[in-house]
């Protein structure tokens, strides 16, 4: 069964660096999604892209943030200076179409800032 | 704007026992679907179920039942016969159709632990 996948599980950073996050969404699948969930907290969500753009963020998603589809597999989400408070798992998330729904997440990045 | 409550934060029971979670949501759109998450202690998210709005037939998969009712803007999950493997935290949902980008507003999740 075809699934989300993200690299790395976890990554260590320190405070001021960028990072990137890397998915690869189901295939085929036209929406992809990027959520955090800070430690012990709800799922929150960071922003959505379809064709190749953005097509809704959140607030948490300022300029600090960016998102990427540099290919027709990889969806990416960069972290241009990490502060402590970005610490947290990000899920990536694909949606197959316009009539479907539901998200299918990937299994998580844990971010940490240190 | 979009709100999911999940009021009980933590459930113990003892295997075999039935379990209620309770969500209830607020949107003001006319048209929108509701999900329930599973969250494991290994943190992925498990997509279980998706309720349109405009469908209020409940439904069964198994031990797993879902009762949505438009007129208390609830959407709750019954795990029957419980088992230590539904041990998880749970995610109701909900996603509008305004926004354009149909995100995902999550509630706060009720940790389900299931013992022996």
């Known amino acids: 069964e075809p699934e989300v996948t993200q690299t790395p599980s976890h990554q260590v950073t320190q405070m001021g660096q960028e990072v990137i996050l890397r998915c690869v969404p189901i295939?085929?699948?036209?929406?992809f999604y990027w959520y955090r969930q800070i430690l012990g907290q709800k799922v929150e969500f960071l922003v959505s892209?379809?064709?190749?753009?953005?097509?809704?963020k959140s607030e948490i998603f300022d300029d600090q943030f960016s998102v990427e589809r540099p290919d027709g597999s990889n969806f990416t989400l960069k972290i241009r200076s990490t502060k402590l408070e970005d610490s947290a798992m990000y899920f990536c998330?694909?949606?197959?179409?316009?009539?479907?729904?539901?998200?299918?997440f990937g299994p998580g990045t844990r971010l940490t800032v240190t | 704007a979009q709100k999911v409550t999940q009021a009980q934060t933590e459930i113990s029971v003892v295997e075999k026992e039935d379990v209620t979670l309770d969500c209830v949501y607020e949107?003001?759109?006319?048209?929108?679907?509701l999900f329930w998450y599973k969250q494991p202690p290994s943190g992925e998210l498990v997509f279980l179920i998706r309720?349109?709005?405009?469908?209020?037939q409940n439904e069964i998969s198994g031990r797993y039942s879902w009762n949505f009712q438009k007129s208390t803007s609830s959407f709750n999950f019954t795990i029957t016969a419980s088992q230590v493997v539904d041990s998880a935290v749970y995610f109701c949902?909900?996603?509008?159709?305004?926004?354009?980008?149909?995100?995902?507003?999550f509630g706060t999740g009720t940790q389900l632990k299931v013992e022996l």
């Open positions: 295939s085929n699948h036209l929406y």
């Open positions: 998330a694909s949606r197959p179409d316009r009539q479907t729904y539901e998200q299918y």
């Open positions: 949902a909900l996603s509008g159709t305004t926004g354009g980008g149909n995100k995902l507003t």
């Open positions: 892209f379809y064709n190749n753009e953005i097509s809704e």
């Open positions: 949107t003001r759109d006319t048209t929108y679907y």
């Open positions: 309720r349109n709005s405009f469908d209020e």
